[in-house]
């Protein structure tokens, strides 16, 4: 028979350990204001020795890329390129080319994107040509975006729609170009006008601008950029404080047309007399085999360094439907992610339950994981192949990528993330030779203090090391 008295006992050991454990006082002025924090710190062995509602489902933001970098090292491999190549499908008759020039996009994000490279790809392609004896050219150029669906699913059906205009949230296209971005400068005018404003590096083709940013007296500036994948339109709106100039990065709504129409200018510069067209190709031709030339990217090793670096959002989709192209699955953003799942299942990584993407890049507030997943995924990860790359292309703290303003925490390496209303952090710190891992999320931030989330997240860290 049971005792009583025991049972009794029992309940109020454990009523009494439940209601002794504390929210650590870095965090209680967050509290206050009303935000949801949550954090989990794994020793070595992977016990989880500090947490506060770890298991809470959160909004994890940019800290998902981490996720999404080790199932593409596994999925493709560090030593992955992508590569785009231009066909030709046609003929030179006395240095006349007749026919079709195609471009076959593989969905490589950093195509033409790094400074000077989009008019080095343009003179090779036309060097190329050249060098098969062209004077002129009577055809079309094609861009092949066959590789995914070329409608609105170039982005996560669940993203924001103010961020669909904007840099960060450019769709991925079997062809990508500059980045799938653009920059325009604002300059101030009198208050309460319109601000004046023009394209930096290059003006994007069949794009209707809507400006309605005004020059405004106050200090603070909003500026922001409404469109969508496909669309000829975008509109901005905010202001740009009295004698300053601010600069802004749209979304490019159609990449594979401004890489079309920059081609087609190329070629008419060079080669005087040229009648060619541009257009898009749905559906690859397979029977294509006349490669003029190909153009591979960085190994993915590198490109994994520059997306968890930087934070960057194109990097990580791009990659997220490349690994779902390659398997032959489908490329929509929250199917595709059905594959970091089968990875986490494969690794028989901890707490799977707890992981609920929508994209690769967690701009989208319907992500949702939970501080005990991340930890616990940054402990398993120490023991796979994909560990070496991921964790020396986390920022450290003080010194790279977006840690470099964080305050300067020896051994302390992590990726950030920032959408409205969330801020979190997941990497590892090392302490007396050991190095744990650790996931602070805080989600429903509410503080005008910009600089409170950073700073209470950096002293709980150190006080890990006290």
């Known amino acids: 028979m049971t005792n009583p008295l025991k049972q009794i006992a029992f309940f109020i050991f454990i009523t009494l350990r439940v209601f002794s454990q504390q929210i650590d006082s870095s965090f209680v002025a967050l509290e206050k ?33 981490v996720i999404t970098a080790a199932a593409a090292l596994y999925y493709l491999g560090k030593d992955y390129r992508f590569k785009t190549a231009v066909l030709l499908n046609g003929q030179v008759e006395n240095g006349v080319y007749k026919g079709d020039v195609v471009v076959r996009g593989s969905g490589d994000p950093e195509f033409g994107r790094r400074s000077g490279q989009a008019d080095t790809i343009k003179k090779e392609i036309l060097n190329a040509l050249s060098r098969r004896g062209v004077k002129r050219l009577n055809g079309t150029i094609k861009t092949d975006v066959s590789l995914y669906p070329y409608n609105q699913e170039a982005v996560s059906r669940y993203w924001v729609y103010e961020d669909l205009g904007n840099y960060y949230g450019a769709g991925v296209f079997g062809l990508n170009w500059r980045g799938n971005s653009f920059t325009v400068e604002f300059k101030a005018s009198r208050p309460g006008e319109l601000a004046d404003y023009n394209y930096i590096d290059y003006t994007p083709y069949n794009l209707a601008i809507n400006s309605k940013v005004i020059t405004c007296s106050h200090l603070e500036e909003v500026i922001y950029m409404w469109g969508a994948p496909g669309k000829s339109s975008l509109d901005m709106d905010g202001c740009v404080p009295a004698g300053q100039i601010r600069r802004e990065r749209g979304a490019l709504p159609n990449p594979p047309i401004q890489f079309a129409g920059e081609l087609n200018n190329a070629i008419n510069e060079k080669f005087i ?82 992981f609920h993407p929508v994209d690769g890049s967690g701009l989208s507030p319907s992500n949702l994981m939970s501080a005990s997943f991340q930890s616990a995924f940054l402990h398993h990860l120490k023991s796979q192949p994909e560990f070496e790359i991921v964790f020396n292309s986390l920022p450290e703290a003080g010194k790279t990528g977006t840690l470099r303003r964080f305050e300067t925490i020896p051994g302390l390496r992590a990726k950030t993330g920032s959408i409205q209303g969330v801020r979190t952090y997941m990497g590892y710190i090392e302490i007396k030779g050991k190095r744990l891992s650790f996931s602070v999320m805080v989600n429903h931030l509410s503080s005008k203090d910009k600089k409170l989330t950073g700073n209470s997240v950096s002293e709980f860290l150190k006080s890990l090391i006290n």
């Not at 949550?38 to 509602?53: H, L, P, T």
């Open 273 to 354: 007399g040229s009648v060619i067209s541009s257009g898009i190709d749905l559906e690859k031709n397979f029977y294509l085999s006349d490669t003029l030339i190909s153009f591979s990217s960085v190994p993915l090793s590198d490109m994994i360094r520059s997306m968890l670096l930087n934070s960057d959002n194109l990097i990580a989709e791009a990659l997220l439907k490349r690994m779902a192209a390659d398997l032959g699955k489908p490329t929509r953003a929250e199917k595709a992610v059905d594959l970091v799942k089968n990875y986490l299942e494969a690794m028989k990584f901890p707490e799977t339950e707890s």
């Open 33 to 65: 204001e009303g935000s949801l924090i949550s954090y989990s710190i794994r020793d070595e062995n992977g016990y989880e020795i500090k947490a506060w509602q770890s298991k809470t489902n959160m909004q994890p933001a940019s800290t998902q890329k």
